[in-house]
């Protein structure tokens, strides 16, 4: 059996210069070329291609050629704007964590500062309560007896789609909730803000400690 693509563990990248047939004999650009020819080919659909163009395009706009060297200069905020102009967007989409609301609030009006028109919709949407999705009374955040409302991204990404956005942007949807709101939301989306409840929504802080103070991070057990 073939062994599986583990880039992360590349010990000569070459993908990112025109070199690349120097890499590994188990590099992914060699041995899943056919894999490649077969998304190659989904660029050449005039929207899609238009998308990757304005992305790099993006890409190449967030750096300053200064005299002390290259420097970056735009928070993702901007770039979200930026990109959704490039993109002549006008209805935009966000779909946000109850728990985030002032951000979400925030963005909205940086957005509607812009001149786009800004649907918002909350994980809580439907007051649906936590028992329909199986949770027992032990599973509640506050505890047996108390009401919880479950998050909902399925119907937050299906009110969107009935709202016709053109883009969405994801602001501190769980892990899981984001997956399901990715899956059922037609306009493609982003993400601002990816939830970390311990390291104030900076998920990289958790890679940055994982060798000292969140060394606990890197233990090994097994996958049951």
Not at 49 to 59: H, N, V
Not at 102 to 121: D, K, P, W, Y
Request: glycine share 8%; with cysteine; hydrophobic share 35%.
């Amino acid at each position: 059996m073939a062994e599986q693509v583990e880039c992360t563990k590349c010990a000569k990248v070459v993908c990112d210069s025109e070199h690349f047939s120097e890499g590994a004999a188990d590099c992914p650009t060699r041995t899943k070329q056919h894999v490649v020819d077969e998304a190659l080919a989904e660029y050449e659909k005039p929207e899609l291609r238009e998308f990757a163009r304005q992305a790099s395009i993006q890409e190449f706009e967030c750096y300053m050629n200064l005299p002390e060297g290259v420097t970056p200069r735009n928070p993702r905020v901007e770039e979200v704007a930026q990109f959704a102009k490039k993109m002549g967007y006008k209805k935009l989409g966000i779909a946000f964590c109850s728990g985030l609301r002032s951000e979400a609030r925030l963005l909205a009006t940086i957005l509607e500062n812009r001149g786009f028109q800004v649907v918002s919709i909350c994980c809580k949407v439907g007051g649906v309560p936590k028992e329909r999705i199986g949770i027992e009374e032990e599973q509640k955040i506050g505890g047996p007896g108390v009401w919880e409302t479950m998050c909902n991204p399925i119907s937050q990404a299906k009110i969107l789609n009935s709202e016709h956005t053109e883009f969405n942007i994801v602001v501190g949807l769980c892990v899981g909730h984001d997956s399901l709101f990715f899956k059922y939301a037609d306009a493609p989306v982003t993400v601002l803000i990816a939830k970390d409840r311990v390291f104030g929504h900076n998920p990289a802080a958790g890679l940055y400690l994982s060798g000292s103070y969140y060394r606990k991070l890197r233990r090994k057990e097994p996958l049951e």
